[in-house]
T-cell receptor, first 113, second 114 residues
Framework: GDSVTQMEGPVTLSEEAFLTINCTYTATGYPSLFWYVQYPGEGLQLLLKATKADDKGSNKGFEATYRKETTSFHLEKGSVQVSDSAVYFCALSLNTGGFKTIFGAGTRLFVKA | KAGVTQTPRYLIKTRGQQVTLSCSPI?????VSWYQQTPGQGLQFLFE???????NKGNFPGRFSGRQFSNSRSEMNVSTLELGDSALYLC?????????????FGPGTRLTVT
């Protein structure tokens, strides 16, 4: 079935370190891919998206490229800040007559000053 | 523009009871989806409504049901509550009916079943 697998956390980094959170997916058809973020005490919000192969989504210094050949959508940031501490969710959305979104398990990121 | 609102924010129920949760989407959004979030299972898709029709359903028992009204507001109902139904229930609305773009999430309703 359709699924999203992302690296387990927590991930702990020092400020200004490079971040990669791996995400791979399995889907029938051609999904759209998303990264959502949940900051402490806040609701889930969209971080970035890509709707077709080779698209790169970017926002707030984060980037992810839709790789159809490796069915991946890895999240990267060149220099993390303490304020990036949050839970990050990789997700895919499929149109199957209606649409459904499948989320990964989430990866908690801690950034130390 | 007001965001997605969910009521109530917190709820405590007893096993065997039923519960109704409400969601008001962003004005103009006609697609509403519901998710269950638990520490063990993560975020799981419950169902999606568009123009009062359920178009998609996740793998949940029939005790979980929902509906959408003509003003796009949506409710979900859980009957015969079980302890395992304790979770954060999230509602999300979308302008795009095909699911290609973003969903806007509400703050959730935290349901505790005792």
């Amino acid at each position: 079935g359709d699924s999203v697998t992302q690296m387990e956390g927590p991930v702990t980094l020092s400020e200004e370190a490079f971040l990669t959170i791996n995400c791979t997916y399995t889907a029938t058809g051609y999904p759209s891919l998303f990264w959502y973020v949940q900051y402490p005490g806040e609701g889930l919000q969209l971080l970035l998206k890509a709707t077709k192969a080779d698209d790169k989504g970017s926002n707030k210094g984060f980037e992810a490229t839709y790789r159809k050949e490796t069915t991946s959508f890895h999240l990267e940031k060149g220099s993390v800040q303490v304020s990036d501490s949050a839970v990050y969710f990789c997700a895919l959305s499929l149109n199957t007559g209606g649409f459904k979104t499948i989320f990964g398990a989430g990866t908690r990121l801690f950034v130390k000053a | 523009k007001a965001g997605v609102t969910q009521t109530p924010r917190y709820l405590i129920k007893t096993r065997g009871q039923q519960v109704t949760l409400s969601c008001s989407p962003i004005s103009g959004h006609r697609s509403v989806s519901w998710y269950q979030q638990t520490p063990g299972q993560g975020l799981q898709f419950l169902f999606e409504y568009f123009s009062e029709t359920q178009r998609n359903k996740g793998n949940f028992p029939g005790r979980f049901s929902g509906r959408q009204f003509s003003n796009s507001r949506s409710e979900m109902n859980v009957s015969t509550l079980e302890l395992g139904d304790s979770a954060l229930y999230l509602c999300a609305s979308s302008l795009d009916p095909a699911g290609l773009y973003e969903q806007y999430f509400g703050p959730g309703t935290r349901l505790t079943v005792t």
